[in-house]
């Protein structure tokens, strides 16, 4: 059987060739958006796990062998995070990157933080603020990536937190730089759990992963399926010469297998340069290491192994006819036009997404969220084929010139294949509703570094204290103005004053640690930026993805099709109304699909911010926007039915007595 499977691939010319490099490349770019995705999710785990260490695990009294406390200082818009330590015995834990548990007025910095040490502004003001004196640098297991800013300080002050002082709520819940409480311990978490920025981060990357690999497991199916007519019309021939159903079957496996296996190769070393690229940009705060972003063995096992049956899998499902029915192929029989039943496999999935909602609100657990955002999404590839059939028949009763009724007809004769083409550009419009509508939701917040606010996170003083602060104020620098009432108070500073020298003043007057807006606003600002410059990174991805997918899927459905678009050409259809039919035949679903599914992916981007924080107010995208995406997904569909030109001229061109 092997031996008739490379007979087959060696014998089969340049169109066994177009169908063995299209099925490679529509293999490649999933397997690559996949690897690439799980290991940004990965690489997230990787850095919540790094960190966990630093947030205090209680124990009771009697176990107890240190006390913890986490707090932040600030520093010019930036947080630095600061864990302080005291022993209670001679059995403390050693933190990590560190070889001893840290002496009383000791710090131990982190790498970054050295380097800011270095010049003589920090060096003169923050070890003070730290709480001691420079002992020791960190080593990376401290860190989740080299440019955070860290700090371990041996405070031999610290007492524990008494109960009826206690937050009561996860400090890292409240975010910015409320600390923790003092806590006894007698270990260091080596797992994250964190509720606050890190599971935010968490989120939005399993929410892009969904996004991008969710069309990328449709595509998987749909290259495998691109060469299904004429691999059909082979096998269905060995099958009228003698061949079982078995044999045929192990050859279409055989021969999917070893495109599929070379698409799986190219796709893993594409998504390792992607990954180098990766680590180039900044997220939450500092770039990833390349080892951080590699996903481990059991991962990569199973991508390539899903991929793998996936592809098989799909083409299988193609060579149905040929293994029962070989002469219904040969002889062409047609298609039958999608069953209603499809639009019920859209709605079940949105029904399922829509319960997922009030679930994630209720139990914090965004699993069922994302797997609800999947469903929907892999539920467009099962409703499209209706849709290309309804809008075909729609162009038929309504045209006027040949090239629209040769395009609706075709949409008509075979909606699955008009349809696959469209897929990526439709799913592309879906994720472009997503994410306009969840980057104009994304709250803002003021980062100005002269303004500070002194309410935060302390609570507003009251009246007549807020008028001794002013008075103070006031007399040390006159020409500071106030801001708001004693219920938001702030001081706005003019920019010939520097922020951290007029910090600590401020903090010896009011008793605290006066904070900036770009401070206060810290978290919001940080994860903001890095949404909007990854949802750039996703839609770019998404649309290389779809250019790729249009134009082998162009490609196939030239091929697919060659034997009616040759006798249209032979019964006297020139090759540019040809050319103008397909055109439309991609043209007409992808316009209006994208306006219906940009529609949709701006709800399905509404219930997932409802279900991850439902106090959010929801934005809705600019109408421009939208039709922005509408009429790039109709320019790009003319693009790549363009490419494929010279396809069909080779087509065209091909007797019919050789087919």
Do not use: C
Request: zero cysteines; aromatic letters at 6%.
């Amino acid at each position: 059987m092997f031996t008739l499977v490379m007979a087959l691939l060696r014998g089969g010319g340049r169109r066994t060739a177009l169908d063995l490099g299209l099925t490679v490349v529509g293999t490649a770019i999933p397997v690559a958006i996949t690897l690439l995705v799980v290991g940004t999710v990965t690489g997230f785990q990787e850095r919540e796990d790094a960190m966990a260490w630093r947030e205090p695990t209680a124990v009771t009294d009697a176990e107890a062998s240190a006390l913890q406390l986490r707090r932040y200082e600030p520093w010019r818009g930036k947080r630095i995070d600061v864990v302080e330590l005291r022993s209670l015995g001679p059995d403390a834990p050693v933190p990590p990157g560190m070889d001893r548990f840290p002496s009383p007025g000791e710090i131990w910095v982190s790498p970054a933080l050295e380097r800011l040490l270095d010049s003589e502004e920090a060096s003169a003001l923050l070890p003070s603020r730290l709480g001691g004196e420079i002992a020791g640098v960190l080593g990376p297991e401290a860190l989740s990536h080299q440019d955070e800013l860290v700090a371990v300080v041996g405070n031999p002050d610290l007492e524990e937190t008494p109960p009826e002082d206690l937050l009561g709520l996860d400090h890292r819940i409240l975010g910015g730089f409320v600390p923790s409480d003092v806590v006894a311990i007698d270990r260091f978490a080596s797992e994250g759990t964190d509720p606050g920025l890190p599971t935010q981060y968490r989120v939005a990357a399993w929410i892009a992963g969904v996004l991008l690999v969710a069309p990328s497991v449709a595509l998987i199916g749909a290259a495998a399926r691109l060469t299904a007519t004429r691999r059909s019309r082979r096998l269905a021939a060995l099958r009228l010469v003698g061949a079982t159903s078995g044999q045929v079957t192990l050859l279409a496996a055989m021969e999917t297998a070893f495109a599929a296996l070379l698409g799986i190769a190219l796709g893993a070393a594409t998504a390792l340069a992607g990954m180098a690229i990766v680590t180039g940009i900044p997220l939450g705060g500092g770039t990833f290491a390349f080892s951080d972003l590699l996903p481990s063995p059991g991962l990569w096992l199973v991508v390539v192994v899903g991929s793998l049956l996936g592809a098989v899998l799909a083409a299988l499902a193609g060579l149905r006819r040929a293994r029962t029915t070989p002469l219904g192929v040969v002889r062409q029989t047609g298609h039958r036009r999608p069953a209603w039943r499809r639009l019920l496999v859209m709605v079940g999935a949105w029904a399922v997404f829509a319960a997922s909602v009030p679930f994630t609100q209720e139990s914090g657990q965004y699993t069922l969220l994302a797997a609800g955002l999947t469903v929907v999404i892999l539920s467009i590839s099962a409703v499209g084929p209706l849709f290309t059939w309804i809008l075909g028949r729609l162009t038929v009763a309504t045209s006027q010139r040949a090239r629209t009724l040769v395009a609706g007809r075709r949409m008509m004769a075979d909606p699955v294949a008009s349809f696959r083409p469209t897929t990526g550009l439709i799913l592309v419009s879906f994720i472009a509703g997503f994410l306009l509508l969840s980057s104009v939701t994304l709250p803002y917040a003021d980062a100005d570094e002269h303004t500070f606010v002194l309410g935060y996170p302390y609570g507003a003083p009251d009246e007549a204290t807020w008028e001794e602060w002013r008075a103070e104020i006031s007399t040390v620098y006159p020409e500071a103005r106030f801001d708001g009432s004693w219920l938001d108070p702030a001081v706005v500073l003019p920019e010939v004053l520097d922020p951290e020298r007029v910090r600590p003043v401020i903090g010896e007057i009011t008793g605290i640690t006066p904070l900036t807006t770009a401070e206060v606003g810290y978290e919001i600002i940080l994860f903001g930026n890095d949404v909007r410059r990854a949802t750039w990174i996703v839609v770019v991805i998404a649309l290389i993805q779809a250019a790729f997918a249009t134009g082998v899927g162009a490609a196939a459905s030239v091929l697919e099709e060659s034997t009616t678009l040759a006798a249209l050409h032979l019964a006297g259809a020139p090759t540019a109304t040809l050319q103008t039919s397909r055109a439309l035949q991609a043209a007409l679903p992808i316009t209006v699909g994208s306006a219906i599914f940009t529609t949709l992916g701006a709800v399905a981007g509404a219930m997932t911010i409802v279900g991850v924080s439902p106090d959010t107010t929801i934005a809705i995208p600019s109408a421009l926007q939208a039709g922005l995406v509408v009429v790039a997904a109709g320019i790009a569909a003319f693009l790549g039915t363009e490419a494929t030109r010279p396809v069909l001229n080779s087509v065209v061109r091909r007797p019919l007595a050789e087919r």
